[in-house]
């Protein structure tokens, strides 16, 4: 007889860094956790190799293109194999998950999500943008299917464990840590030659390329602290950024007395994962400790805004709402793509987001729809400039 005490996790972009750790957080944890539906965009050899390992009910593969690879090479097996954008949203509306492990990179992991939390699914959130792009609909949408949305990023994750008991108690000011990626420090005549393999050498931690550029620009602590506004009801006057080159404290809230706690671990985006699949309980792991007795010097230091503009970018995007956001996030997403692909400098990257966020129309009050036309057109513009 199964065991039904299991929580069946759906993983929305296993082949990706978030994925590849959760399933290790999952082997480890066997009698709590299954894989029960694992995606992929393109990655089909991986994700035939997890789907082997893993034995999931259902695996979808984006690209259209490999389907009859993943197909073939899982025909031995029990899997269900699925293909196609539309497929996630399908497989999303299905009823056979408990969670979703929502971390699919980028945009195209807003409607899979939307879907889950409107089939009533917990959410394990991994996906910054879905907040930065839509984030007063997905939080309504939540509200209203009494969702919970609990979040993966580490800042985030940190966050939220600092406020678990403190329901009533009114948030003075939240504060983000940044380790400031590889270049801390550095000016603008050093980072006009930087190169990809440069950006993606983070020093503390080991994350995908897109986030990995988003870090060295520190455009990913923009999109955190749009995120965070969302996910913790909070204005924009109640974020701040700071440096903490360590990663040892990940997040921290201050209360109206001026109290403040912080969450603090070494640097391991298992323990967030497996906080989040796990929620309410903390699970025991063998995971790396930090160790008091060994003297390292925590530093904290403002942010460099005029070196590091697309920080300050995103900032304006969070006091101004509307459908900016929006636009700053796909002007990225074609920006970070054309830079790992040698097609644009590192520092152009900031100029292509300010002249598609001057370009596209605002919105104060977007609809759903308004969103995906805002992101088309945004992304059209950049790379009608990409082109030139």
Known sequence: MPDITKKRIAIFGSTGSIGKQALEVIAANENLFEAEILTAHSNASLLVEQARQFNPNIVVIGDESQYAKVKADLSGTDVKVFAGEDALEEVAAMDNYDMMLAAIVGFAGLKPTLKAIENGKPIALANKETLVVAGDI????????????????????????????????????????????????????????????????????????????????????????????????????????????????????????????????????????????????????????????????????????????????????LFKGGNLPCVMNAANEMGVYAFLRNRLGFLDMTDLIERTMEKVPFIEKPTLEDYFNSDAEAREFAASLLSL
């Open 138 to 317: 997905v939080m309504q949408k939540a509200v209203q299917y009494r969702v919970p949305i609990i979040p993966v990023d580490s800042e985030h994750s940190a966050i939220f464990q600092c406020l678990v008991g403190e329901t009533r108690n009114k948030i003075e000011k939240v504060i983000l840590t940044a380790s400031g990626g590889p270049f801390l420090g550095k000016k603008p005549n050093y980072l006009v030659n930087v190169k990809r393999d440069h950006a993606l050498q983070h020093p503390n931690w080991s994350m995908g390329a897109k986030i990995s550029v988003d870090s060295a620009t520190l455009m990913n602590k923009g999109l955190e602290m749009i995120e965070a506004r969302w996910l913790f009801n909070l204005k924009p006057d109640q974020l701040q950024v700071v440096i903490h080159p360590q990663s040892i404290i990940h997040s921290l809230v201050q209360f109206e007395d001026g109290s403040l706690k912080a969450q603090m671990g070494l640097p391991d985006m298992k323990l967030p994962i497996q906080y989040a699949l796990g929620f309410p309980q903390r699970l025991p792991n063998n995971f790396p400790r930090y160790d008091f007795r060994k003297p390292n010097a925590l530093t904290f230091e403002e942010p460099d805004l005029k070196t590091f503009r697309n920080l300050g970018l995103a900032i304006a995007a």
